[in-house]
Nanobody, 125 residues
Framework: VQLQASGGGTVQAGGSLRLSCAAS????????MAWFRQTPGKEREFVAA????????DYADSVKGRFTISRDNAKNTVYLQMNSLKPEDTAVYYC???????????????????WGQGTQVTVSS
Protein backbone atom coordinates (compact mmCIF):
# COMPACT_ATOMS: atom_id res chain seq x y z
CA VAL A 1 0.00 0.00 0.00
CA GLN A 2 1.25 3.45 -0.90
CA LEU A 3 -0.31 6.78 0.00
CA GLN A 4 0.60 9.91 -1.98
CA ALA A 5 -0.42 13.23 -0.47
CA SER A 6 -0.58 16.42 -2.52
CA GLY A 7 -2.15 19.86 -2.60
CA GLY A 8 -0.13 21.66 0.03
CA GLY A 9 1.22 25.15 -0.48
CA THR A 10 1.37 28.65 0.90
CA VAL A 11 -1.80 30.64 1.43
CA GLN A 12 -2.78 33.79 3.30
CA ALA A 13 -4.85 33.62 6.46
CA GLY A 14 -8.51 33.21 5.61
CA GLY A 15 -7.72 31.33 2.43
CA SER A 16 -8.45 27.76 1.38
CA LEU A 17 -6.59 24.68 0.24
CA ARG A 18 -7.67 21.17 -0.70
CA LEU A 19 -5.38 18.28 0.07
CA SER A 20 -5.62 14.96 -1.73
CA CYS A 21 -4.28 11.54 -0.81
CA ALA A 22 -4.23 8.89 -3.51
CA ALA A 23 -3.92 5.28 -2.42
CA SER A 24 -2.53 2.38 -4.40
CA UNK A 25 -2.61 -1.27 -3.40
CA UNK A 26 -5.12 -2.85 -1.06
CA UNK A 27 -8.90 -2.41 -1.12
CA UNK A 28 -9.29 1.29 -0.39
CA UNK A 29 -12.97 1.23 0.60
CA UNK A 30 -12.37 -1.36 3.33
CA UNK A 31 -10.46 1.05 5.53
CA UNK A 32 -11.07 4.28 7.36
CA MET A 33 -8.71 7.11 6.50
CA ALA A 34 -7.45 10.15 8.35
CA TRP A 35 -5.36 13.28 8.18
CA PHE A 36 -2.81 14.24 10.80
CA ARG A 37 -0.44 17.18 10.98
CA GLN A 38 2.89 17.87 12.59
CA THR A 39 5.08 20.87 13.34
CA PRO A 40 8.76 20.71 14.30
CA GLY A 41 9.34 19.54 17.84
CA LYS A 42 5.73 18.49 18.38
CA GLU A 43 3.90 15.19 18.23
CA ARG A 44 1.77 14.28 15.24
CA GLU A 45 -1.71 15.70 15.80
CA PHE A 46 -5.05 14.27 14.67
CA VAL A 47 -7.00 16.48 12.26
CA ALA A 48 -9.88 14.51 10.72
CA ALA A 49 -11.01 10.98 9.91
CA UNK A 50 -13.58 9.31 7.69
CA UNK A 51 -14.95 5.77 7.79
CA UNK A 52 -14.48 3.32 4.93
CA UNK A 53 -17.90 4.06 3.47
CA UNK A 54 -17.58 7.80 4.01
CA UNK A 55 -20.62 8.21 6.25
CA UNK A 56 -18.85 8.75 9.59
CA UNK A 57 -16.45 11.62 10.12
CA ASP A 58 -14.50 12.91 13.12
CA TYR A 59 -12.69 16.19 13.57
CA ALA A 60 -10.31 17.76 16.01
CA ASP A 61 -11.96 20.63 17.88
CA SER A 62 -9.44 23.04 16.41
CA VAL A 63 -10.65 22.45 12.84
CA LYS A 64 -14.39 21.79 13.29
CA GLY A 65 -16.48 24.01 11.06
CA ARG A 66 -13.47 24.92 8.89
CA PHE A 67 -12.16 21.61 7.51
CA THR A 68 -14.08 18.88 5.71
CA ILE A 69 -12.82 15.37 5.07
CA SER A 70 -14.30 13.28 2.26
CA ARG A 71 -13.41 10.33 0.11
CA ASP A 72 -14.05 8.97 -3.37
CA ASN A 73 -13.67 5.21 -3.23
CA ALA A 74 -13.94 4.92 -7.01
CA LYS A 75 -10.79 7.06 -7.27
CA ASN A 76 -9.05 5.60 -4.20
CA THR A 77 -8.62 9.12 -2.89
CA VAL A 78 -9.33 10.95 0.35
CA TYR A 79 -9.58 14.73 0.52
CA LEU A 80 -9.23 17.44 3.12
CA GLN A 81 -10.92 20.73 2.24
CA MET A 82 -9.45 23.44 4.45
CA ASN A 83 -11.23 26.80 4.66
CA SER A 84 -10.68 29.88 6.81
CA LEU A 85 -7.09 28.87 7.32
CA LYS A 86 -5.15 30.30 10.25
CA PRO A 87 -1.40 30.66 10.80
CA GLU A 88 -1.64 27.97 13.49
CA ASP A 89 -2.74 25.50 10.79
CA THR A 90 0.79 25.66 9.37
CA ALA A 91 2.24 22.13 9.46
CA VAL A 92 3.16 19.11 7.42
CA TYR A 93 -0.05 17.19 6.74
CA TYR A 94 -0.05 13.41 6.54
CA CYS A 95 -2.73 11.02 5.36
CA UNK A 96 -3.01 7.63 7.00
CA UNK A 97 -4.91 4.38 6.53
CA UNK A 98 -6.67 2.95 9.56
CA UNK A 99 -6.42 -0.76 10.36
CA UNK A 100 -10.25 -0.98 10.39
CA UNK A 101 -13.34 0.08 8.41
CA UNK A 102 -14.52 2.37 11.21
CA UNK A 103 -12.30 4.75 13.15
CA UNK A 104 -12.21 3.77 16.81
CA UNK A 105 -10.19 6.35 18.76
CA UNK A 106 -9.17 8.05 15.50
CA UNK A 107 -6.73 10.38 17.28
CA UNK A 108 -4.43 7.49 18.18
CA UNK A 109 -1.57 7.07 15.72
CA UNK A 110 -1.23 3.37 16.58
CA UNK A 111 -4.61 2.75 14.89
CA UNK A 112 -2.99 3.39 11.49
CA UNK A 113 -0.74 1.08 9.52
CA UNK A 114 0.18 3.11 6.44
CA TRP A 115 1.21 6.76 6.15
CA GLY A 116 1.76 9.12 3.26
CA GLN A 117 4.90 11.18 2.84
CA GLY A 118 3.38 14.48 3.98
CA THR A 119 2.60 17.75 2.25
CA GLN A 120 3.56 21.16 3.64
CA VAL A 121 0.85 23.72 4.36
CA THR A 122 1.98 27.24 5.26
CA VAL A 123 -0.51 29.93 6.26
CA SER A 124 0.86 33.46 6.37
CA SER A 125 -0.66 36.18 8.52
Amino acid sequence: VQLQASGGGTVQAGGSLRLSCAASGGTFGNYAMAWFRQTPGKEREFVAAVSGGGSITDYADSVKGRFTISRDNAKNTVYLQMNSLKPEDTAVYYCARNKNFVNYAPYRTDKYDYWGQGTQVTVSS
